[in-house]
């Protein structure tokens, strides 16, 4: 659509050229209709008028004795406008090409195709954008000549400027509520002039504001503006027009404040009047590139926000609804609502683009669950000690002080294939347990011993190690008790905690992770259920030996599993750091056993 003096300066910088930003297209000159082809082709509730970029309903024969509504502007805005065509909403869209307004003949033609299918009248609803007035104002008059009742809505909502120049307020992503609100009272039989009479009243209570921390690029062109990193852009138009205000990049919930203030700023001829226990619906508008996570955290704010100042949320939206190529920003717009608005921002639609929104009104409503009553912080819990609680304190003690020792040879050996930490997330949990142990007596029982150990390394180790040991331990814990802490039970324990790292971590013996010291280990531990009398400790210190040797042969090994497996093989010469862990830690263990 048309920017004014915008648009000249934007043609002259639209340079196929190397600087240009990528664009996932086949040409620059087909986009926008391969763009609607591919939208229609994929959403069976609508249909192109040939000739024309028109997005149209496929169901026209329902429009019988209705008010058909039509809206469009510039392409770049996806959704916006042929995602909101559909029952409930638009009857027809129609597209210029990237940020240009639609050529009346397109208008026209939607205008006559609504028509002829029976429509009682025909609303148009426009963004307050020059290029869109006159185009649509043009169709509009041709379409009275023809004999048909038409009307035009133009949206002007835009809060940014406190002194609105003589073209007025800019018409942003408040246009997407007026469709929805229009939409709804045309299905339902409303006549044209109610219809008019309606949402130019609810347009009165609409608000947008936008920020930006990046320009977008019409295809084949440079980025609209130049904005230097760690800039944001506030107040701008959805084309890149200029804003209200250019800053450093703060925090969402500062962001989000600063717009809000200004929107709702009384000495600003554009502001939104909002007061204390006004009911709002505020839309979160994805301008192209923000992230789901980013837009996540900015709905929050914008609720917070919103409540803070005392308004009651009733609806909120948030996702890309009128948008601005690749942009990274956001828009927020907020909509005064009664009872009626909110019957209509209800009603259903079948439009591809509208949300799948709750009724429920946001403030007030209960959105935290509690937990479940069960103990799953078992390191929390109170525990009495025991026969085998002192050599058990020294076991953890001797494994503890070993992984801190061995912590730089780890992050040595993790440095040739993997990110270099595997020393300090053993370290890690070395240094929690410690802490642990200073506080706490260690249970007489070892399987409560071995949850504890689990709920520790799976909060405090990090990555994959802490996952897997918290695995192995978790599994081993239901396999030892004060009552059976035999040679056999150990070995079952074991053999437990390993097979369900293997299950669930997805590797096995061969593969050049810490299970090729781990396995060995443990196939010679599964002897001690038939060890003769006194000969539990040689069984033990084959274990110790096997996995040494296991964690040494890793070095000749292909990985299959870890992030090693990303890396050439003949890159990969050392040790597997991990499978060298678990053998200093059945050393540690062995160590103390041989010493009662």
């Known amino acids: 659509m048309s920017r004014g003096k915008l648009t000249g300066l934007h043609a002259t910088s639209c340079r196929r050229n190397q600087r240009a930003q990528k664009k996932l297209i086949n040409s620059v000159d087909c986009c926008v209709d391969e763009a609607l082809c ?268 919103l409540e803070d100042r005392g308004l009651v949320v009733a609806r909120v939206m948030s996702g890309s609804f009128m948008t601005s190529l690749e942009m990274t920003g956001a828009s927020l717009t907020v909509m005064k609502a009664n009872e009626e608005t909110l019957r209509l921002f209800d009603a259903k639609t079948t439009a591809p683009s509208w949300p799948n929104l709750s009724k429920a009104c946001v403030t007030g409503r209960s959105y935290l669950s509690e937990p479940p009553t069960m103990n799953t912080r078992p390191q929390e819990g109170t525990y009495s000690e025991g026969p085998l609680s002192a050599v058990l304190r020294q076991v953890l003690e001797a494994v503890c002080s070993t992984l801190l020792e061995k912590q730089e040879e780890l992050n040595s050996l993790d440095r040739a294939a993997g990110d270099g930490d595997c020393g300090n997330t053993h370290a890690q949990a070395a240094k929690v347990i410690r802490e642990w142990l200073q506080s706490h007596v260690v249970p007489g029982c070892p399987g409560q011993l071995l949850s504890v150990l689990a709920g520790l390394v799976q909060e405090k180790m990090g990555g994959s190690s802490g996952a897997l040991y918290s695995l192995f331990l978790t599994a081993a814990a239901g396999h030892v008790s004060e009552g059976r802490s035999n040679p056999a039970a150990w070995a079952s324990a074991m053999h437990a905690g390993t097979q369900a790292m293997r299950r669930y971590g997805g590797a096995d013996p061969g593969d050049r992770t810490m299970l090729d010291a781990l396995c060995p280990a443990v196939e010679e531990l599964m002897k001690l259920p038939t060890a003769p009398t006194g000969g539990h400790l040689v069984i033990l210190q084959a274990a110790v030996q096997r996995a040494a040797s296991g964690a040494e042969d890793t070095r000749h090994l292909t990985a299959q599993a870890g992030r090693a497996s990303y890396i050439a093989a003949e890159r990969v010469t050392l040790p597997d750091p991990g499978a060298v862990a678990v053998a200093a830690i059945l050393r540690a263990v062995v160590e103390v056993l041989e010493g009662q």
Do not use: W
């Not at 469009?72 to 027809?92: F, I």
């Not at 397109?106 to 426009?126: E, M, T, Y």
């Not at 939409?183 to 009165?204: F, N, P």
């Open 38 to 305: 591919g939208f229609v082709r994929a959403n069976g509730g609508l249909s192109l008028l040939k000739g024309h970029r028109v997005v149209l309903r496929s169901d026209l024969e329902n429009l019988r004795g209705k008010v058909a509504l039509v809206s469009g502007g510039g392409s770049g805005h996806e959704p916006a406008h042929g995602g909101y065509v559909g029952a409930g909403m638009l009857s027809a869209a129609v597209a210029g090409g990237v940020f240009a307004s639609p050529p009346p003949a397109s208008i026209l033609a939607a205008i006559l195709c609504l028509h002829n299918a029976g429509a009682s009248g025909v609303l148009l609803i426009v963004k307050n954008y020059t290029g869109d007035r006159l185009n649509f104002g043009l169709a509009a008059e041709q379409a009275r000549n023809h004999g048909i009742a038409i009307d035009m809505v133009v949206v002007a909502e835009d809060c940014a400027f406190e002194r609105p120049s003589k073209a007025g307020r800019r018409g942003l992503c408040g246009t997407v509520f007026i469709h929805k609100l229009a939409g709804a009272l045309a299905e339902e039989g409303s006549s044209l002039d109610k219809i008019v009479s309606k949402v130019t009243e609810v347009l009165k209570g609409i608000g947008t504001l936008g920020v930006s921390l990046s320009p977008c690029s019409v295809p084949g062109c440079l980025p609209s503006f130049d904005l230097p990193p760690g800039d944001m852009e506030l107040g701008l138009g959805i084309h890149g027009e200029p804003g209200i205000k250019r800053s450093k990049v703060a925090s969402a919930d500062e962001v989000v404040k600063t717009m809000l203030d200004n929107m709702t700023n009384p000495d600003s001829q554009s502001h939104l009047p909002l007061k204390s226990g006004d009911s709002v619906v505020v839309c979160v508008n994805n301008l192209g590139a923000l992230s789901r996570l980013e837009m996540g955290v900015v709905a929050r704010a914008a609720v917070i926000c």
